[in-house]
């Protein structure tokens, strides 16, 4: 078999796998959401029925809210475990690391468990101030969680860039009279801005399609992926789930798109 | 004096934070040998709740290894060739390839599930079996494996390696074999523990395509937190700590060994 | 130093003819013109030139790694192969990055070709054997690749390619990567070694020392076209360009005209032994080689001019002598003789070392 011949036949069992599993099964998910009552109309219903608009205004707000946050902590957690050495350091490191294997479901069972009914906050509250705070089925239990799966992926980016930054650079500035809050503010910071907007659209972008996490929490408040689920399960609405989905989809691969043209080779995966 | 007071402050912080993640999964793996979550450890250690999951979960257990181990087998047959034809092509069409083979990432588990579930529903055969499962498993890890052992052939010059076996005789295939593969090993092995861990831990897509006969781990987890009881679900989810450290703890290792890229797991 | 002929009785291999091979590459660089070339059998012919001069592409295209455009044609032995992948060639190569399998010992690379070719253990622990006397590196058959020093990796990847007898031996700048006392010495051991084998060889580098050391001839190259082809001497002492005469060795070219019997320069005159083609009062390029030139009392010589350096280089000196022409002439002078910058000296050449080159830019 020729050299070519050989690299063709390479591509076969790749070609035989997407295809069949994932080009075709995606071709007919666009179809199928333009087959509903409304047809191509589907697509634009999310921006156009008030109660989809709600639930789109929910899931943005919940994860830009929850990439925000996240950013704020990896950086300053991020810039003080990458520039300092300690005992414990590899230990902290672990810790913080650790969450990134969760799948949703048991992220939603972490938080039931920090500030659920028999959670250990209620508890503390309960000692403290004689009432029970249970809030782990509510917006912001749903936010929590978020956060407790977008820590750890945005932290470890952080970190590597971070460890990339040239010392020399600070250093210049402190010799200029900057104070460390001026150097972090002044050279730090926009050093670190692709690596930010990188791990913050990823963050973003996994928020956008988490579902594991609120199907666990069970909350009022709904998100695009759990309006997916119950449309397509319980309303048997196949069109509408389908139009959603690859709207959903399509602003999650337009985000990462955004990411790597800042970051490079970081992955995403929706929680 | 200000420097300190810094430090201090953002160890602090820092610590905080890791309370946060750490330890809602200590207590969920304390809970699921106490006997009683409510009293604490005054009531005891007990290994019931385990074995209760055992009585109850056990298949779950045996068919998310299976899936992990079949979606294993699949993406190194599919991933490693692929692999080898991207790296030697490097053109406009490896990279739309690539951007293809990356997109199930970038879509919600939920709208593949979806996909599958519409274009497969009505083969009931194939739909009811675990391999419908292991379908969804091997698109969405595939990714992993692949950028893996590009990685790697990125590294060590494959070109070369690949002309001087060559110049001696060997057929492609055969150079494949005996000098491609072998030297891929670390982005081979980095990829299979990605794969299994997400494959282990896949809840997204698994929740819509399986069937009451078909449950995985995850799937069995949720299932357990909306119906059992708090020291029964900690004890499940203690089971699947139990399978999922090793193998971070393996990548981890493997990572610093290596001194390459870390690709973020899930 | 290396026979004048190759028509040794140790000769192996095949003769390679390159009929008219030319490379353009996909994205449109044109990395080697049309070239036609022979190599005897048992023949050393070193492919000598500046980087992106289209040497390692000939190579290339001999081995069997690139397809020459249409119309270019290999033959081995007469037998057309242009269209004959590498694996079934039938060729040596050392690359020069050596691709070593690293996830083989010496043995098991050195055995390689062997176990494709279908020889049984035994007779190929023999053989490599064989290769570890010759190459010099007995003790190292079970070390792995990243255990080697570059010295010893590089005999490996020789020893590894020759195991097959192969019709061709082809050698891609084989010491570039190692340092220079290294090169110094491992360029003898290959010389000696090359010899040993009698294989047909073709050998690219772009040292020229290293060329005229191992080269039964040399095949001078620049923008993917042939310069000049000959043996050392002649490409030295009778370069065909200026281009060939600067690239191999220190040249001194100056520009004269020819009054019918002798060279007039601004500072003096130079007898040539002889000048074909050049015109009466016409412009000549002349070129002679720093060692030739002799200093001698400015009294009565040929051409007269003032020292402007003196370098120690060693073995010898190197003077700058400026005066005769626009650039200095660069002269090499024994240790013996006195010289310090702003003496007036005379100098004089052999008429034979006085060379002729074509006007235009080759």
């Known amino acids: 078999m020729s050299k070519r011949a050989f690299v063709r036949f390479c591509f076969v069992p790749l070609a035989v796998l997407v295809t069949a599993f994932f080009v075709l099964p995606m071709a007919r998910l666009v179809l199928v959401g333009a087959s509903g009552d409304q047809g191509l109309r589907a697509y634009a219903a999310i921006l156009l029925d008030p109660r989809y608009r709600a639930t789109l205004f929910n899931t943005v707000s919940l994860a830009a809210a929850t990439t925000i946050a996240s950013l704020v902590v990896a950086t300053i957690s991020g810039l003080f475990l990458q520039r300092h050495r300690f005992l414990g350091h590899s230990l902290l490191v672990a810790m913080l690391t650790f969450p990134l294997a969760f799948p949703g479901v048991v992220v939603g069972f972490m938080i039931i468990l920090l500030a659920g009914r028999q959670g250990l906050l209620g508890d503390v509250t309960l000692h403290l101030f004689g009432t029970k705070e249970v809030f782990a089925y509510s917006l912001q239990g749903l936010f929590l969680g978020y956060l407790y799966f977008s820590i750890p992926r945005v932290i470890l980016t952080i970190m590597a860039a971070v460890e990339k930054l040239d010392p020399s650079l600070e250093e210049a500035a402190r010799t200029l009279g900057a104070s460390p809050w001026r150097v972090v503010r002044d050279v730090i910071l926009p050093a670190l801005a692709p690596a930010l907007i990188a791990s913050g659209a990823i963050a973003f972008a996994t928020a956008m399609g988490a579902f594991g996490t609120a199907f666990t929490l069970a909350t009022d408040v709904a998100v695009l992926p759990m309006l997916i689920y119950t449309e397509f399960t319980l309303s048997a609405n196949i069109a509408l789930a389908a139009a959603l989905s690859v709207g959903l989809g399509l602003v999650t691969w337009a985000i990462l798109a955004l990411a790597r043209s800042y970051g490079g080779t970081s992955i995403a995966a929706a929680g | 004096m200000r420097d300190r007071l810094i430090f201090s402050a953002q160890l602090l912080f820092t610590m905080l934070v890791a309370a946060f993640l750490i330890v809602p999964a200590a207590l969920s793996m304390l809970a699921g040998i106490t006997l009683n979550y409510f009293r604490g450890i005054q009531s005891g250690l007990t290994l019931q709740w385990v074995v209760q999951v055992w009585e109850l979960y056990s298949d779950t257990i045996f068919r998310s290894l299976v899936i992990a181990l079949a979606t294993l087998g699949v993406t190194l047959v599919v991933g490693i060739p692929a692999a080898y034809g991207l790296h030697l092509r490097s053109d406009r069409f490896s990279r739309a390839i690539e951007e293809i083979i990356t997109l199930p990432l970038a879509i919600p588990g939920l709208a593949l ?67 491609i593969v072998p030297n891929a090993a670390p982005g081979i092995l980095a990829g299979s523990l990605m794969v299994v861990t997400l494959s282990l831990g896949e809840f997204n897509l698994t929740w819509m395509l399986h069937t009451p006969l078909t449950k995985t781990l995850p799937v069995g987890l949720a299932d357990s937190y909306a119906s059992m009881r708090l020291e029964v679900a900690s004890a499940y989810t203690l089971v699947f700590f139990v399978m999922i450290i090793p193998l971070l703890v393996a990548m981890q290792i493997f990572a610093g060994y290596r001194r390459g890229p870390t690709v973020l797991p899930r | 130093m290396s026979p004048e002929s190759s028509s040794n009785s140790n000769a192996h291999g095949v003769a390679v003819h390159v009929e008219n091979c030319a490379k353009t590459f996909a994205d449109g660089t044109h990395g080697l013109g049309p070239v036609t070339l022979d190599v005897a059998r048992g023949e050393t012919v070193v492919l000598l030139g500046p980087s992106g001069c289209g040497k390692t592409t000939l190579l290339r295209i001999i081995a069997g790694l690139e397809i020459p455009d249409a119309g270019g044609r290999v033959l081995f032995n007469k037998i057309d192969v242009t269209r004959v992948p590498i694996e079934r060639r039938n060729v040596g190569m050392v690359f020069q990055s050596y691709a070593l399998f690293p996830n083989m010992n010496v043995a098991e690379n050195i055995g390689y070709g062997l176990k494709i070719r279908g020889v049984n253990g035994a007779e190929r622990s023999r053989r490599v054997a064989e290769l570890v006397a010759l190459t010099g590196i007995e003790g190292l058959e079970h070390r792995r690749v990243d255990q080697l020093s570059g010295g010893q ?71 993917g076209a042939i310069a000049q082809i000959g043996t050392p001497r002649e490409i030295y002492f009778a370069p065909a360009s200026r281009f060939v005469a600067e690239f191999v060795g220190a040249a001194n070219i100056v520009e004269a005209t020819y009054t019918g019997e002798s060279l007039l320069l601004p500072g003096g005159k130079l007898t040539a032994a002889d000048a074909p083609n050049a015109i009466p009062n016409g412009p000549v390029l002349v070129m002679i080689r720093p060692e030739s030139i002799r200093v001698v009392r400015p009294e009565g010589a040929g051409l007269c001019g003032q020292v402007e350096t003196v370098s120690f280089v060693g073995d010898r000196q190197r003077a700058a002598i400026g005066g005769i022409v626009a650039k200095s002439i660069m002269v090499d002078v024994p240790n013996s003789v006195a010289l310090k910058p702003g003496d007036w000296v005379g100098l004089t050449v052999e008429p034979s070392a006085v060379r002729l080159l074509p006007s235009d830019r080759v």
């Open chain 3, 153 to 223: 990796r590089q005999r490996v990847a020789l020893a590894r390619a020759v195991a097959v007898r192969p019709s061709v031996l082809l050698l891609d700048e084989p010491l570039t990567a190692l340092d220079a006392a290294l090169r110094e010495r491992l360029r003898g051991e290959l010389d000696r070694l090359l010899r040993t084998l009698g294989i047909t060889t073709v050998y690219v580098t772009h040292d020229q020392s290293e060329a005229m050391a191992l080269g039964d001839r040399i095949v001078v190259m620049r923008k």
């Open chain 2, 113 to 179: 599930a979806l996909a599958l579930l519409l274009t497969y529903g009505g083969f009931s055969d194939f739909r009811r079996s675990w391999l419908f499962i292991l379908a969804g498993h091997a698109v969405y890890t595939l990714p992993f494996m692949v950028r893996s052992v590009l990685a790697v052939f990125g590294a060590i010059d494959v070109k070369t390696l690949d002309e001087g076996a060559a110049s001696l005789g060997a057929s492609p295939w055969r150079r494949f074999r005996d000098v």
